[in-house]
């Protein structure tokens, strides 16, 4: 895999910016990763902040790992590894599935994002904030929201352990029903049986 030149960077951005408008299906929108069109740097923003992230942490700067990186912090929500595959492809063009995979692990690894693992669904990614937040899972629809801190620090819950056991993290998940879900006109026709189809 070459290291990505300043020249093959700029043709990442322009076909970025390009498939900018493709849909996404990704559940809620999320404020914290809308981007604006004005003009091509705001557009190209993403990609070069990718790259930038990528040489900050000292990893190799590579086509795959940018499309990744940028995809994953572009995708609203808890995308799968999927979406995030569709998204990265629309700059790489063909990207394998263990390829997709191998980046992750890479960027999970490096702090860059983070691995959320819910018990009955796929592995979900997004940035690392290193908020220590948690997840809300809506039964019915299989939506994954934030959720703050319970008690604002690492690791939230105090656990009933010996003294020799350091636990540096609690990872809460949250079940029930979102607010969409719960109204009147969310319920019809949904069922549990869809989360499981998600």
């Known amino acids: 895999m070459q290291t990505t030149s300043t020249a093959s960077l700029h043709i990442l951005e322009a076909t970025m910016a390009r498939n900018r408008s493709m849909p996404t299906g990704t559940g809620h929108q999320d404020a914290r990763h809308a981007t604006t069109a004005d003009g091509d740097g705001a557009e190209q923003e993403p990609m070069a902040r990718a790259a930038t992230r990528l040489r900050d942490a000292r990893l190799r700067v590579t086509a795959q790992r940018i499309a990744v ?87 939230c819950l105090d656990a009933d352990l010996p003294d020799s056991y350091r636990v540096d993290e609690a990872a809460v998940t949250f079940w029930g029903t979102c607010e969409r879900c719960a109204s009147p006109a969310g319920t019809s026709g949904k069922s549990s049986g869809d989360a499981e189809r998600r």
């Open 69 to 155: 990186l940028a995809a994953v912090e572009e995708l609203s929500g808890h995308p799968e590894v999927e979406a995030i595959r569709t998204r990265a492809q629309q700059v790489t063009g063909q990207l394998s599935l263990q390829a997709t995979y191998n980046v992750l692990r890479v960027l999970t690894e490096a702090g860059m994002i983070r691995c959320t693992q819910i018990a009955g669904l796929p592995a979900r990614y997004e940035p690392e904030r290193n908020d220590n937040h948690h997840h809300f899972v809506c039964r019915l629809c299989g939506d994954i929201i934030d959720v703050e801190c319970v008690i604002g620090a690492a690791p």
